[in-house]
């Protein structure tokens, strides 16, 4: 095996953990969101997991198509909007996951400010 195919190998396998690493760290966050958000309900660990992968999804093309990334600390106001309409949008995607309007407003802060102590680079 050349060292150029070793590099792929290797960079592949670094991607997929990064991946995996953003998910974990993502419900993590999501968790605690709800835990401290009123009017905002995650059913069970699955629903959990379900939602923390349509969250990445849904940020990732947020920033595909319009470049600004779905963070209440990410881009001020327009993140914090972001970040309030994606956790809001989800529950018509994730079965088990509800959450009011003024509760995603509230979710948004409570997420962004989780999400600034959990180390790691959250972005693709």
Known sequence: MSEVDTNRTQSGTSTAWQIIGRLVASAVVLAITAFFTP????????????AAIVLTVIDYLVVKFTGLHASPFGKGFVGFALAAITLYVTQFFVAGYSISWMAAIIGALIY???DYFIPGNQQM
């Open 112 to 114: 962004g400010v989780v």
């Open 39 to 50: 009017s905002f309900t995650i059913n069970n660990i699955w629903t959990l997991a379900i």
